[in-house]
C-alpha cells in the first residue's frame, strides 16, 4: 500500500482546521565561520513562541543533498512524493504567468532567438529584448491559428514566452527545438509516442507560421520551443485528504502549484497583512490554508542576508493574528532553504514548527537551525508533513487493529 | 534488494541472544502542559541502568502521524513491513482469542443481531448480549455442517463470535454482509475472484443455515459477517532471521501475533514475575525471546495516568532479573504510544533502549521520550530495529565486499 492510499483508508471527516505558512526559502547559513543564520539572527518572539508550544525539526524537502525547485519543494509539503510527480518545465513557466493550464493542454516554454540568412542560429536569446519588445512580438504569434486545437501564446519576459496547445490526445514526449548551440538550425521536433508526434507535428507546423511571421524582425525572427509538458495527473488534495483547501500566495507560480492539486485561489493584496485579512475573511469556508511568504526566498536569492532577516521578522509578526483564529494545527516551514551566502536555493533542511493541542512537548523556545536539530520531529521528510498535520488535527483512524 | 533478501543474504550462525521486551503503548504525554510524561514521571532505575549502558532513540511504528493497531504495530517491531503485510480483522479477532489459524483458513468476525419479522435488521448487536449467552447461541451454530469445509465458531464477547472456514481454494475477498445500517436486510456475500466466490458461497449457505438454527432466539435470531481474511503469506521469524524464537505474552492476541510469524508460544502467569520465570526455564532453548507487557496500554487505554506510572515501575522491577540471564541484547520498546491523555493509542514516537556490549555510547542515562530525542538511535523506523538486534547480536555478515 503505498501513503495515499494509507491516507484515503485512514481519514475520517473532522471540522478541524490546519493552516500552512510556508516563508519561502526559509532556512539559512551564518555568513562568517561561527556566526548566526539569518533565522537565528531574527527576532521572532512569535514563532519562539509557537516553539515552546509545538513540537519542532527540520525538513527535508527531497532527499539529504538535493536541492530542490519550488515545484518539488511544495509538492513535497502538500504530501506529494516529489520523485514521482514531476511537474514539467512547461507547466511550470506557464503557472509562473498564471496562466490556468487544464488537462488537455500541452504546455511549452518559448525562446525567441535570431536566425541568420542561412537559417543557423546567431543568438539563442535574440539580444535579450526588453520584456516589452518580448510583448509586441508575442502579439505577433497570436495570429497564428490552426484546426482542432486551440493555441495560446503569452509573453513571460525578455526572450521567454510560454506556448499552450489545448486538444484532445495530444503528448508531452516531445524533444526541444533549441539545439543549444549556435551556427546549428534549429532542431525538428519529434514526438516519443502517436499522441506526442501529433503535438510534434502542431509544434513544427506553428515554428514554421511564426518563421513566416516574423522573418522581418530585426531580432526575433524565430523561436525555439522547450520543455513541452502535459498536465500532471495528480490526486486533488480534496480527494488525497477529505479537506476543502485554499492558497493565499501572492506570486503566480504558488497559485499555480496549489492549483495544480485543486485548491482554490484566494486573492489578496501583497503584504502579509492583507493575506491575514484573506484568511480572516475565508476562515469558515475552508478546512486547510496555505499561506506563502516569497521575500523569505527572494532576498536570499539576492544575497541580501540583513533584509532576509528583517523579512523574516516581518513575518513573524502576523503570527499573532493568524493564531486569534485559533486553528487546530498551526505549521511554519519552508519549501526549501535559501542562505544569502549562496544566492540559491539549497540542500540545507528547512527549520519546521508544528502548534497543536496533541503535540509532546520537546523543551525547546526558540526557532532556529540549532534549536530545531534537538527537536522533537527530529529530521522528517517533507513529504510526511501533512500526515502530521492530519494527525494532529484529528483527521486519521487507526491503521489495523 | 528488499530488506529481507538482505537478512537472508547477510545473516551467520550465532549462539548470541536477544531479549525483546515490548512494554504495549509504553510511550505518553503529560497531561498538563510542561508536565512531565508517564515514563518521564515514574521512577525506573532499572531501565535508566540501560539507557545509561545503551543507545536510545525513538521508534516511529509505521510512518509519522499514522497511529497503529497492535497487529501493525508487533509486525513492524519484528521487521515486517506494516504497510505490506496486512492481518485482516478476521484473524486478529481469531488471534484475540486465541484460536490457531492457519493457512488453509478464512477468519471471519461475526455479529449476532436482531431481525424484525419484515427480514430487516432491528439491533446491529442482538441488544448486546451479555457474553454467556454468546456462549450459548454459538453452541447452536456449532450445530451447522456441511460437506468439504471444515467450520469453527467460537464466542468473543458480547455480540462478537469468530467463524472460521478450513479448506482448500478459500478466497478472503469477500464483502461485509454487515449493511451498517438498521431498516435493511444483510446483505449477500460476494466473492471479488473464483475462490472468494467459494467462501462467499458457503458463507451465504451459513447464514442461511444460521439464521433457520436462530429463528426461535428472541435477541440473537441472525448475524452479519465482517472482515472475511484469510491466512496472510509470511516468511516466519526462523526462515528470516535464523533465530528460533520464543513469545512469553499473557494476552491471546499477542500470542497469536507471535504464532503467526513463526514464534513458540510459552505458557506463563499473568504477572511480569511469572513471565520471567518461564524465560529462565526456556532461555537454553531459544536464540530470540519476545516478552509483552500489557499493562502499560491498558492503564493509558482507561486514561489513568498514575496507574500507567505504577504499571512502568511494576515492569522495571523485572528488569534485573531479565539481564542476570545475560542475553547478548536486551531492548525495551513499545509497540506504539497510548497516552492517558488521549485513552487509546497514538502516533508519537515511542521511547527505546537497546543494552549490548556493542553500543556506541550517548551520554544518556534516563528513560524518557525527550530523553530519547537524544539518544544514539535517533528517530528510527520500527522495522529496521530487528537490524539493529542482530548487528549487536553479531549475527550478520558484511554487505558487500
Same mark, same amino acid.
Given at each position: 500500500m503505498n501513503i495515499h492510499e494509507l491516507i484515503?483508508?485512514?481519514?475520517?471527516?473532522?471540522?478541524?482546521?490546519?493552516?500552512?505558512?510556508?516563508?519561502?526559502?526559509?532556512?539559512?547559513?551564518?555568513i562568517v565561520k561561527g556566526g548566526l543564520t539569518e533565522l537565528e539572527t531574527a527576532n521572532t518572539?512569535?514563532?519562539?513562541?509557537?516553539?515552546?508550544?509545538?513540537?519542532?525539526?527540520?525538513?527535508?524537502?527531497?532527499?539529504?543533498?538535493?536541492?530542490?525547485?519550488?515545484?518539488?519543494?511544495?509538492?513535497?509539503?502538500?504530501?506529494?512524493?516529489?520523485?514521482?510527480?514531476?511537474?514539467?518545465?512547461?507547466?511550470?513557466?506557464?503557472? +509562473?504567468?498564471?496562466? !490556468?493550464?487544464? &488537462?488537455?493542454?500541452?504546455?511549452?516554454? #518559448?525562446?525567441?532567438?535570431?536566425? $541568420?540568412? /542561412?537559417?543557423?542560429?546567431?543568438?539563442?536569446?535574440?539580444?535579450?529584448?526588453?520584456?516589452?519588445?518580448?510583448?509586441?512580438?508575442v502579439e505577433k504569434l497570436k495570429t497564428i491559428a490552426f484546426p482542432g486545437v486551440e493555441i495560446f501564446v503569452e509573453p513571460v519576459k525578455e526572450h521567454r514566452f510560454v506556448l499552450v496547445f489545448r486538444g484532445d490526445g495530444l503528448g508531452g514526449n516531445v524533444n526541444d527545438t533549441d539545439p543549444q548551440n549556435i551556427g546549428v538550425p534549429p532542431l525538428v521536433a519529434h514526438g516519443a509516442d502517436a499522441p506526442s508526434q501529433r503535438t510534434a507535428a502542431v509544434a513544427n507546423e506553428f515554428l514554421a507560421k511564426a518563421f513566416e511571421v516574423l522573418k522581418n524582425e530585426p531580432d526575433c525572427n524565430a523561436a525555439?520551443?522547450?520543455?513541452?509538458?502535459?498536465?500532471?495527473?495528480?490526486?486533488?488534495?480534496?480527494?488525497?485528504? +477529505?479537506?476543502?483547501? !485554499?492558497?493565499? &500566495?501572492?506570486?503566480?507560480?504558488?497559485? #499555480?502549484?496549489?492549483?495544480?492539486? $485543486?485548491? /482554490?485561489?484566494?486573492?489578496?493584496?501583497?503584504?502579509?497583512?492583507?493575506?491575514?485579512?484573506?484568511?480572516?475573511?475565508?476562515?469558515?469556508?475552508?478546512?486547510?490554508?496555505?499561506?506563502?511568504?516569497?521575500?523569505?526566498?527572494?532576498?536570499?536569492?539576492?544575497?541580501?542576508?540583513?533584509?532576509?532577516?528583517?523579512?523574516?521578522?516581518?513575518?513573524?509578526?502576523?503570527?499573532?493574528?493568524?493564531?486569534?483564529?485559533?486553528?487546530d494545527v498551526f505549521i511554519v516551514t519552508g519549501d526549501h532553504s535559501t542562505p544569502s551566502k549562496f544566492h540559491t536555493h539549497s540542500f540545507h533542511p528547512v527549520p519546521t514548527v508544528i502548534v497543536a493541542d496533541t503535540v509532546r512537548p520537546d523543551g525547546l523556545n526558540k526557532f532556529g537551525e540549532r534549536d530545531c536539530l534537538k527537536g522533537g520531529l527530529g529530521h522528517f521528510q517533507a513529504q510526511h508533513l501533512m500526515l502530521l498535520a492530519m494527525a494532529h488535527a484529528g483527521r486519521f483512524g487507526k491503521y489495523g487493529a
Amino acid at each position: 500500500m503505498n501513503i495515499h492510499e494509507l491516507i484515503h483508508e485512514l481519514r475520517v471527516p473532522s471540522k478541524t482546521k490546519i493552516v500552512l505558512l510556508v516563508a519561502d526559502g526559509l532556512g539559512g547559513l551564518p555568513i562568517v565561520k561561527g556566526g548566526l543564520t539569518e533565522l537565528e539572527t531574527a527576532n521572532t518572539p512569535n514563532f519562539d513562541a509557537c516553539v515552546a508550544e509545538g513540537v519542532s525539526g527540520l525538513s527535508t524537502p527531497v532527499l539529504p543533498g538535493i536541492t530542490p525547485g519550488s515545484g518539488p519543494g511544495h509538492l513535497a509539503l502538500f504530501g506529494y512524493d516529489p520523485l514521482q510527480y514531476r511537474i514539467g518545465r512547461g507547466i511550470l513557466e506557464a503557472l +509562473g504567468i498564471n496562466f !490556468a493550464v487544464g &488537462a488537455k493542454d500541452v504546455s511549452i516554454r #518559448g525562446n525567441f532567438c535570431t536566425l $541568420g540568412k /542561412d537559417g543557423t542560429i546567431v543568438d539563442r536569446r535574440a539580444g535579450r529584448p526588453t520584456t516589452n519588445r518580448c510583448v509586441e512580438v508575442v502579439e505577433k504569434l497570436k495570429t497564428i491559428a490552426f484546426p482542432g486545437v486551440e493555441i495560446f501564446v503569452e509573453p513571460v519576459k525578455e526572450h521567454r514566452f510560454v506556448l499552450v496547445f489545448r486538444g484532445d490526445g495530444l503528448g508531452g514526449n516531445v524533444n526541444d527545438t533549441d539545439p543549444q548551440n549556435i551556427g546549428v538550425p534549429p532542431l525538428v521536433a519529434h514526438g516519443a509516442d502517436a499522441p506526442s508526434q501529433r503535438t510534434a507535428a502542431v509544434a513544427n507546423e506553428f515554428l514554421a507560421k511564426a518563421f513566416e511571421v516574423l522573418k522581418n524582425e530585426p531580432d526575433c525572427n524565430a523561436a525555439t520551443l522547450r520543455g513541452f509538458a502535459t498536465y500532471p495527473n495528480i490526486t486533488t488534495f480534496r480527494d488525497l485528504y +477529505g479537506m476543502k483547501a !485554499a492558497a493565499i &500566495a501572492v506570486y503566480p507560480m504558488y497559485k #499555480g502549484l496549489a492549483r495544480l492539486v $485543486g485548491m /482554490d485561489i484566494l486573492d489578496a493584496g501583497v503584504t502579509p497583512e492583507s493575506q491575514v485579512e484573506r484568511l480572516q475573511a475565508a476562515w469558515n469556508d475552508y478546512d486547510f490554508f496555505f499561506l506563502h511568504y516569497k521575500y523569505t526566498d527572494s532576498t536570499g536569492e539576492d544575497g541580501n542576508f540583513p533584509l532576509k532577516v528583517q523579512m523574516i521578522e516581518s513575518l513573524d509578526k502576523i503570527v499573532p493574528q493568524i493564531r486569534e483564529l485559533k486553528p487546530d494545527v498551526f505549521i511554519v516551514t519552508g519549501d526549501h532553504s535559501t542562505p544569502s551566502k549562496f544566492h540559491t536555493h539549497s540542500f540545507h533542511p528547512v527549520p519546521t514548527v508544528i502548534v497543536a493541542d496533541t503535540v509532546r512537548p520537546d523543551g525547546l523556545n526558540k526557532f532556529g537551525e540549532r534549536d530545531c536539530l534537538k527537536g522533537g520531529l527530529g529530521h522528517f521528510q517533507a513529504q510526511h508533513l501533512m500526515l502530521l498535520a492530519m494527525a494532529h488535527a484529528g483527521r486519521f483512524g487507526k491503521y489495523g487493529a
